[in-house]
């Protein structure tokens, strides 16, 4: 049984230094695949913490790293945690000493916060390696942001081989949810998001003269209406999507019917089944309306992230240590939401558990959330992030 005091000692005694990372790379923010400097930081202070086997460039500049304890006599599991290491293309309206010194790059996901953090915990653990039997791998994946995601190429770069990875556990800072909270959940948290576009090719001509014409809006709207009927009479009503019809492009002139006509969305889901129905649903009504009305309708449909699925016993080692950080009081089951996560492959190859840690402070004007100019977190945040990260770590491999 982890004893959670020291734990918590030991970070408060680390905070100042996870505080001042998480500020500096607050002020040095790096979007997508461009986190050099982030990813240097982080390889320096891994060197200096002792930490093994540190890989640098995996997937352009994500970085990995292991800590072994020495408790079992090098054997034991291997648990991975990761944090996501981008930036925004948002300019900072917000008035701290640590803005950002990048004009239009802004962390306003707290992805910041989630570097500091695991760098933290790589601290905690690197001084308790007589206490653990095992691995953990520290994992700093660039690209969050930038579907298709940092995710996906560290994965098949071999991150989860090598030794082989038994489980793995993610965070996120949550501006909705009020600081000093934790929040979990078993089963899908976060949705599966696509994108769909629909191009309408019609036979344009004199507004005046509709019988001359095929008009591409007038089948647009036949498109955008039907699409509104796949969630409301085609899915079963107690599993979870969306669709939704986001641009709609058509025109220059009010006395013209236009040629063409385009259309894009996001689409979200939770079960693979109703991701399958979504996605061939779409396309057959788009091209059966364009045919019904006599236009020529193309359908192009990406897949973004899967959702992200905790599994059950992962998801009850993390409530039971944000538990034992935080109090039970303190401790939610996370409703799912429509955001995507590319955590989610990670759990597609291996069981874990992506949990959030409440970031929000009214009383201090912290309420802004995230993507939004003015996003900014309680750091205080980050205690119980790391406290519940550590205890979940070691209680793993304790029960391993
Ligand atoms: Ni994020």
Redesign the pocket.
């Known amino acids: 049984m982890v004893v959670e005091a020291p734990i918590r000692n030991d970070i408060d005694e680390i905070m100042p230094g996870v505080i001042a990372d998480r500020r500096h790379l607050h002020e040095h923010p790096e979007l997508g695949f461009q986190e050099h400097k982030t990813a240097r930081l982080v390889a320096e202070r891994l060197e200096s913490l002792g930490v093994e086997d540190i890989r640098t460039g995996i997937n352009k500049t994500g970085v990995t790293g292991l800590i072994r304890g020495t408790a079992g006599g090098g054997e034991g599991k291997v648990v991975l945690v990761r944090a ?1 290491m981008d930036a925004l293309p948002i300019v900072e309206e917000n008035a701290v000493e640590y803005k950002s010194h990048h004009d239009g790059v802004m962390h306003a ?3 910041d916060a ?1 570097t500091a953090m695991l760098l933290g915990l790589a601290r905690v653990l690197t001084e308790r390696r007589d206490q653990f039997a095992g691995t953990v791998k520290v994992l700093f994946q660039p690209a ?2 930038l579907p298709p995601g940092g995710a996906k190429g560290m994965i098949a770069e071999g991150v989860l081989n090598e030794p082989h990875v038994d489980a793995v556990f993610g965070l ?2 949550a501006q909705e949810e009020a600081v000093g909270t934790i929040h979990v959940g078993a089963g899908p948290v976060m949705a599966a998001a696509d994108r769909f576009s629909i191009h309408i090719k019609a036979k344009g001509g004199h507004g005046a003269a509709p019988h001359d014409c095929i008009d591409p809006i007038a089948v647009g709207a036949q498109i955008v209406s039907s699409l509104q009927t796949l969630v409301s009479r085609e899915v079963d009503p107690i599993r979870h999507a969306v669709v939704s019809v986001c641009t709609f492009h058509a025109g220059n002139a009010f006395n013209v019917i236009p040629d063409t006509a385009e259309l894009s969305g996001t689409v979200r889901s939770f079960d693979p089944d109703v991701r399958d129905l979504l996605q061939d649903r779409i396309a057959a009504l788009a091209t059966g309306i364009g045919a019904a009305m006599r236009a020529k309708v193309e359908v192009t449909y990406d897949r973004g992230y899967p959702a992200t699925v905790n599994d059950e016993a992962m998801t009850a080692i993390v409530r039971d240590a944000a538990t034992a950080v935080v109090g039970a009081d303190r401790v939610h089951t996370k409703k799912p939401q429509m955001g995507a ?1 590319d955590f989610s492959y990670f759990l597609l190859e291996r069981p874990g558990c992506f949990f959030f840690v409440g970031s929000k402070n009214e009383a201090e004007g912290l309420v802004w959330g ?2 939004h100019p003015r996003f900014d977190i309680d750091e205080e945040c980050m205690t119980a992030g790391i406290g519940t990260m550590a205890t979940t770590v070691l209680n793993f491999l304790e029960q391993a």
Do not use: I, P, S, Y
């Open positions: 996501d996901c707290g992805h989630h969050e942001e996120h800072v996560e995230h993507h």
